[in-house]
T-cell receptor, first 112, second 117 residues
Framework: KAGVTQTPRYLIKTRGQQVTLSCSPISGHRSVSWYQQTPGQGLQFLFEYFSETQRNKGNFPGRFSGRQFSNSRSEMNVSTLELGDSALYLC???????????FGSGTRLTVV | AQTVTQSQPEMSVQEAETVTLSCTYDTSESDYYLFWYKQPPSRQMILVIRQEAYKQQNATENRFSVNFQKAAKSFSLKISDSQLGDAAMYFCAYRSATQGGSEKLVFGKGTKLTVNP
């Protein structure tokens, strides 16, 4: 059974650019969440999608957005990148409410 | 809002010995789930163990067990017979189970565990 797949694994962008990260959940998982991990702030919740609907959103500016497709794959987009957006972005999927999420290996975004 | 606190930024243990990682949390909810995740240098978060708040029995998974004290809002992780492969960052996490409540995971800051040979 394939795990959660995140692409790309590494990304270097320039300030002001935009970026799109992709996440393919485990087959059959309909819930996908995104987290930002930085040394200073730790792991922070970005948003959660279920059946193409955003159910929860964390305390991030509107430059951070996401969506989920009918096959449960999800993308997150960050526009007008800032140096502080440099982080590891983790995607996680879940099938049932009681399950802990299964995480992908993350996308390491560096903004220069 | 729920918060999770891990008071030990770093811990070390000798191979084959036992170590306990601490976690406390704050919530006004009565129904929730607690998790311990392991993050090795490969970056992937791996679920180690989970506990449903309504269950009094402490969860165990092979060498990993928890001490769940609901009244004290404490959720510690015990690793027995520590192995070199246990070296990683360990994160304690909370998830609401309240109908209509947020399903996001709230993480602690993590504890870096070093296993000495």
């Amino acid at each position: 059974k394939a795990g959660v797949t995140q692409t790309p694994r590494y990304l270097i962008k320039t300030r002001g650019q935009q970026v799109t990260l992709s996440c393919s959940p485990i087959s059959g998982h309909r819930s996908v969440s995104w987290y930002q991990q930085t040394p200073g702030q730790g792991l922070q919740f970005l948003f959660e999608y279920f059946s193409e609907t955003q159910r929860n959103k964390g305390n991030f500016p509107g430059r951070f957005s996401g969506r989920q497709f009918s096959n449960s794959r999800s993308e997150m987009n960050v526009s007008t990148l800032e140096l502080g957006d440099s982080a590891l972005y983790l995607c996680a999927s879940s099938s049932y409410r009681t399950d802990g999420y299964t995480f992908g290996s993350g996308t390491r975004l560096t903004v220069v | 809002a729920q918060t999770v606190t891990q008071s030990q930024p770093e811990m070390s243990v000798q191979e084959a010995e036992t170590v306990t990682l601490s976690c406390t949390y704050d919530t006004s909810e009565s129904d929730y789930y607690l998790f311990w995740y392991k993050q090795p240098p490969s970056r992937q978060m791996i679920l180690v163990i989970r506990q449903e708040a309504y269950k009094q029995q402490n969860a165990t998974e092979n060498r990993f067990s928890v001490n769940f004290q609901k009244a004290a809002k404490s959720f510690s992780l015990k690793i027995s017979d520590s192995q070199l492969g246990d070296a990683a960052m360990y994160f304690c996490a909370y998830r609401s189970a309240t109908q209509g409540g947020s399903e996001k995971l709230v993480f602690g800051k993590g504890t870096k565990l070093t296993v000495n040979p």
